[in-house]
């Protein structure tokens, strides 16, 4: 009984340092989605993934189910944590990082994330961007993809703004037509400048 609680035991801890071991891992390796993997990126991470269970392949049963187990309780036990904390989501997830500033390559930025100018660029053209210049803020997320702020005169007219020019044009700069709220300031942070000071001063960043 003893021999069989130790094995637990061992299965347990091998569990857990085999989990940490292969986050780090993937977070080393850069942050890059199934669908944007290389050939050579795919295979790699096949290989670690069987060399990091191969410790815990065992024709015993019992000791093959708690190592299941053990992956499945922690793997809950992180979503928890990270749904919890918005630090310890940071922390295993990285922050989105800064590629386009006011239309200029953060270069220095490109280079931590191992992210060339031509793949970049099929970012953007991906997202029906044409030119760098009529990009504000651009960033790539914790996830590998990318996402985007366009500059003020690249964005697309919004029914709010059309129903202010028309009314101005038919009842005057100085008036509105009947019905019509005036524009109040968005009280929320924006997104991206969220990105550039950190996101500490923003209030009820984990769920409750």
């Not at 035991?9 to 085999?18: M, R």
């Not at 795919?42 to 191969?54: H, R």
């Not at 015993?60 to 944590?81: D, R």
Request: glycine residues 6%; hydrophobic residues 45%; proline residues 4%.
């Amino acid at each position: 009984m003893n021999e069989l609680w130790n094995d637990l035991w061992n299965e347990v801890w091998k569990s857990l340092a085999l989990i940490i071991f292969g986050m780090l891992v993937l977070r080393i390796s850069g942050r890059k989605s199934i669908s944007q993997m290389t050939v050579p990126t795919t295979i790699t991470m096949i290989s670690i993934g069987t060399i990091i269970v191969q410790p815990i392949a065992d024709e015993n049963l019992v000791l093959t189910l708690t190592a299941a187990l053990v992956f499945i309780l922690v793997l809950i036990l992180v979503e928890f944590m990270q749904v919890r904390w918005s630090r310890f989501e940071k922390w295993i997830k990285g922050p989105a990082v800064i590629v386009i500033e006011n239309g200029q390559l953060q270069l220095q930025n490109m280079k931590k994330l191992r992210l060339t100018v031509d793949a970049l660029e099929m970012k953007l053209r991906q997202q029906g961007i044409s030119k760098r210049n009529d990009v504000k803020t651009a960033t790539i997320e914790p996830n590998g993809l990318l996402g985007y702020e366009l500059q003020d005169s690249a964005k697309p007219v919004t029914l709010s703004q059309l129903e202010d020019l028309l009314s101005q044009y038919f009842n005057g700069a100085g008036t509105r037509h009947q019905g019509a709220a005036p524009n109040t300031p968005d009280p929320e942070v924006n997104l991206f400048s969220e990105i550039k000071v950190g996101n500490e001063h923003v209030n009820n960043k984990r769920l409750q």
